[in-house]
């Protein structure tokens, strides 16, 4: 992978809140604010099998590996400037042979669901990926999480599996679905 990305498309290309507009995040303009979103998700939701808030050097450090790797971290602005939700992605397995199949994830802001910034994200995000060569992108997706089943479904993404009872959080199993989308 080249560590220069490609340009955004632009954002009109895509179905979605009219106001928002995406951009390359990096941790001095953005970091806070996704780190706030994951948190979010690890406090309160199944879409991170994680137990630990991460810490702001968490952040600059998954910043630095996703520079190094040149992988992309898209976000969706508001009229403002504020950080609405990010994509990116990054290796699905550390192994040569698959370094061209790539796990991605979409995050929202919880004050910002509900408007297409999902759909506006991975459309971008399945764009830059095209862009970079990768061949198949996987959406590692908690099974119960049917509005990002339907979102991946609705851009050509297909069951690839279950893995059952794979994590446990908030005192429950959960099962992981695997949907994919070779480009």
Not at 24 to 45: K, P, Q, T, W, Y
Not at 51 to 62: K, L, N, T
Not at 122 to 141: C, D, F, M, P, T
């Amino acid at each position: 992978m080249s560590s220069a990305l490609p340009p955004l498309p632009p954002h009109d290309a895509y179905a979605a809140s009219p106001a928002a507009k995406l951009v390359d995040c990096n941790m001095s303009e953005h970091g806070a604010v996704i780190r706030e979103i994951f948190n979010d998700a690890i406090l309160n939701s199944t879409a991170l099998y994680e137990y630990q808030p991460r810490s702001e050097g968490d952040i600059a450090q998954w910043f630095q590996q996703k520079q190094a790797a040149g992988y992309p971290v898209i976000g969706a602005v508001d009229e403002q400037g504020y950080l609405q939700g990010f994509a990116s992605y990054g290796l699905f397995r550390d192994k040569p042979a698959a370094n061209q199949t790539m796990e991605h994830s979409v995050y929202i802001h919880p004050q910002h669901r509900g408007l297409g910034l999902g759909e506006l994200l991975l459309r971008a995000l399945i764009k830059r990926a095209e862009q970079q060569s990768v061949h198949v992108l996987v959406g590692a997706i908690d099974a119960d999480n049917t509005a990002s089943i339907r979102l991946h479904e609705k851009l050509g993404f297909v069951h690839a599996g279950t893995l059952t009872e794979s994590a446990f959080k908030f005192d429950r199993w959960l099962d992981l679905a695997l949907y994919q989308k070779v480009l």
